[in-house]
């Protein structure tokens, strides 16, 4: 066996997941975020208590740091007497889940559209990216906010609210994804062996356009979590008694001036370190599948 | 250039036809009659009739969109269904306390996010860079509406040195020019109400800066340290510049070009904030407007907020880009 073949040959994901291991601050970042879900997927074994077991008995108490605090009820109770520790374990699913399935939504019609755009050109192009404009004309919150309260209330109707705004971001990106490798050698050395549009389409333009898509959907799900909280806080989103961040959040509000802060504060924290996290994380994707891309800021 | 100008004028047309046609089938789409809706769920039948004729309800969709993009255009979206008010006058009667918000926030975030970018490029990978980097990551992951809560509670609640909410202590007089009360009372030379609308402000612009804070710093940093690479700059330190004059002096200027697209972009995310923090802080603006619209399914204000703004964002952006091509000569749009 010769010098060279003792090279071990990478494919590209081996090659980045290297990276990625390299990168101490994505590690910290998917550290935190596997902890997290796992703790909210498995709220039924880690939560002390039931996310809807009230008694007014033992209500607005609060947690370890004080001598007031009721033993078994870690972070203290709200003000129906449950205890706050179980609701946020129960309230990550809704808040996370509502951040994934809006960005499934973004991802499956932005791509699409932003590869209908990118690969055909054109009319379709000029079409699709004047759907893009418009709805890149609201704000984002606010369209969300439109979406969800027009539709009515409820989690499904602010998951479709916030898929519907992230989709033109995802379209864009895709699109800018496929322009780049569609003018590569080996997509018109697949033109010249006459292969069909779909095995062109789905054997090497989505597989070589997945990197930006990682990295934006990750940052994008960071972004979507905290928008997802925000229509809960704001009333449009989950309705009570659900245990969702935001929700929990703006029902503590009124309960801050008695000096129960905890109630308001541990949701919050909740919030901010599940962004954190997606955030550490996408940008050490960055750095890794995106080089080009190294030291930007997230725009 | 000029035909660029046209091009992107000549699209915001049918950018601001597609916005409108959307606000109005998404507000038509919603559920309930808006006859029944004008008139509570005890009306005749006659009246509800009545109405329906009275407002077209009975037309094609599509005639009813022209009718309400004649008069949308005319500045007319009709009256508010909850205070039966007219839409256009509640919303510039709001239009000064949510702009005085935002361009305190937009200071306080520009001025403060600049300075930390420069720190951070200039002394990269120092303790301070480290500081930067790591407030920033936490104030784009931060949820706006919880940091308003706490600052609350922390310096209104615990502390007792700002007001839980509002714009001006009850009971304090002061004369209405523009509606900004803080320029209003400079302007009529009041010192006490300065103090106080200040006092009411502080707190609010902080929470609505923090992301747009860490946004320009992060964009800044990065931009300085592509610019302190470049050969002019290489050029300039070894002509004997001092680092100070080379930084201050020669760097700053391009490294902040790109930073103008970033203060025009986040004009929306103020307009998304200010919905957020005028809710907890109870300021009577334009975000707790449609928020409290949304949620009371007040549609002649969601459609005609909605499409006013949106048509407000689209300008801003264009804005944002024809700047762009003013002060970096370099950038040819096609």
Known sequence: MTEDTKFKRRTRTQDTIRQLKKNKTAMVGLAMLLAIFILCIGAPIFAPHGPYDADLDRG???????DDCIPGYYLGTDYLGRDLLSRILYGGRVTLSVGFVALGFALIV???????????????????????????????LLLALVIAGTLG????????????????????VMRGAVLIIKETEYIEAEHAIGSSTSRIIFKHVLPNSLAPIIVYSTLMLATAILDAAALGF??????????????SLSIARKYLVTGAWWAATFPGVAILLSVISLNLLGDGLRDALDPRLKGGAKL | MKEYILKRLAMLVIVLLGVSLITFVLVRAAPGDPAVNLLGQHATAEKIEEIREKYHLNDPIYVQYYIWLKMAVKGDFGRSIESREFVTREIMERVPMTLELSLIAMIIASVIGIIAGIISAVHQYSAADYGVMIGALFGISMPVFWLGLMLMF????????????????AGMELERITGMYILDSILTLNGTALVDSIKHLILPSVALATIPMATIARMTRSSMLEVLRQDYIRTERAKGLSERAVVYKHAIKNALIPIVTVIGMNIGLLMGGAVLTETIFSLPGLGKYIADAILAYDYPVVQGFTLIFATVFVLVNLATDILYLYIDPRIKYK
């Open chain 2, 154 to 169: 922390i310096f209104s609640v615990k502390l007792g040195i700002t007001p839980v909410g509002g714009r001006l202590t």
């Open chain 1, 234 to 247: 704001l009333g449009v989103g989950a309705q009570s008694p659900s245990p969702e961040w935001g929700l």
């Open chain 1, 153 to 172: 209330r409820g989690i499904d109707k602010a998951m479709l609210a916030i898929g519907v705004v992230y989709t033109p971001q995802m379209a864009r």
């Open chain 1, 110 to 140: 932005g791509t699409s559209m932003g590869m209908s755009a990118g690969y055909f050109g054109g009319k379709i192009d000029s079409i699709l990216m004047r759907i893009v404009d418009i709805l890149f004309a609201y704000p984002a």
């Open chain 1, 60 to 66: 607005s108490k609060p947690g370890f740091w004080s």
